[in-house]
């Protein structure tokens, strides 16, 4: 089964065709980072008029690359959800329309089920079961990952995500968007213990709630960094030792409450992705945890930690593969739990 892939949940253009035999064939990415950099975040209506703009060039592109003509097409996916409305739906009408001008089925997809199912793009992927820890600008969130659409969340966050924190923080140090990379960057130059910012949620594990121990906080870490620039000047010494000591705390949690869930689960494969997994500094502590615990690490390959197509394109094909079919009528879901979304219903 050939399926191709189409993400335009936020302001990234992904396309791309997987094919369940021969995997991978293609994919491609227009990114609309430099249409969005004024504004120091995404300007939702820009990202909407972008994606109608590049969509269709980029699937062109990629089918002439995948050597792959309308006819040997056997499925469309494209992200439902969660994301910004206005972008959702340009993918949404553009597969949905392919779908029904090609006579094939198409299938709306969870955007975080595509980055938790990504690193089943790489050689010697993981198998279910496994615990999977999810970090991207919208989302920071614990999940146990029975199979294909069956996922219980064991966390998540009760306000910033953590890549959200990453940009805020890149923001407030003048390092642009997305803040991730930038402060990535400024801290190789840094001392991570200039600063000590605070891990929360960490101190004491609770044993109440839904998620007793494994929700995460984002948004007294980012107050700690406002109030250690306020009244400072911005040398580059200074941002260099605020941007190391607040991904060493971010990174500090993360690892932490990986630990919490895998004594939860019991899990012996830890599947970490969306466009924080990037963060070298976080897989190496990750990697020393799974050393520690004898558990298996699988991150996607970094262009793959961040929004595309290829994560949309395979978890369309296995949902499409088992069976799944939807009617014509399509939606977005700006907001939508990734535990309803369910096992395949064929
Ligand atoms: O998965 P993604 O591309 O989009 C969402 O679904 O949100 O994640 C984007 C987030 C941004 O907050 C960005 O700053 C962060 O991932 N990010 C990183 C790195 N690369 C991207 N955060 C830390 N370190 C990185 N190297
Ligand atoms: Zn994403």
């Given at each position: 089964m050939r399926v191709l892939g189409i993400e335009t949940s936020c302001d990234d253009t992904g396309i791309a065709l997987f094919d369940t035999g021969a995997g991978l064939l293609a994919h491609r990415l227009f990114s609309q980072t430099e249409l969005h950099l004024d504004y120091g975040g995404v300007v939702p209506e820009l990202a909407s008029r972008d994606h109608i703009r590049k969509a269709l060039p980029l699937i062109r592109r990629v089918m002439q690359e995948a050597g792959t003509r309308p006819d040997q097409v056997n499925g469309i996916a494209y992200t439902t959800g969660p994301g910004l409305a206005g972008a959702l739906l340009v993918g949404a009408a553009l597969g949905r329309s392919l779908a029904y001008s090609w006579n094939v089925p198409c299938v709306g997809i969870h955007h975080m089920e595509g980055h938790l199912l990504?690193?089943?793009?790489?050689?010697?992927p993981p198998a279910f079961p496994f615990t999977a820890l999810l970090v991207s600008g919208g989302h920071t969130l614990l999940a146990d990952v029975q199979?294909?659409?069956c996922y219980t969340i064991l966390g998540e966050s009760v306000d910033d995500a953590v890549g959200e924190a990453f940009d805020k923080t890149a923001k407030l140090l003048g390092l642009g968007y997305p803040g991730g990379p930038a402060i990535a960057k400024a801290a190789?130059?840094?001392?991570?213990?200039?600063f000590s910012f605070p891990r929360p949620m960490t101190e004491r594990r609770k044993t109440q709630g839904a998620h007793p121990g494994l929700d995460f906080s984002f948004s007294g870490l980012k107050t700690a960094v406002v109030t250690a620039v306020q009244h400072q000047r911005l040398t580059p010494e200074f941002i260099a030792d605020i941007a190391a000591s607040f991904e060493e705390a971010a990174v500090d949690v993360l690892v932490i409450k990986c630990e919490w869930a895998l004594e939860r689960t019991g899990a012996k494969q830890l599947v970490v992705a969306g466009g924080?997994?990037?963060n070298q500094k976080l897989r190496q502590r990750l990697q020393r945890l799974s050393e520690k615990l004898a558990v298996r690490v699988c991150f996607p390959r970094p262009e793959f930690c961040t929004d595309n197509g290829a994560m949309i394109a395979y978890a369309g094909c296995m949902r499409l593969a088992a069976g799944q079919r939807e009617p014509l009528a399509f939606g977005a879901r700006a907001r939508w739990d990734l535990e309803e979304i369910g096992a395949v219903k064929a």
């Open positions: 990504s690193p089943m793009l790489e050689p010697d199979a294909l659409g190789r130059a840094g001392n991570p213990e200039k924080v997994s990037a």
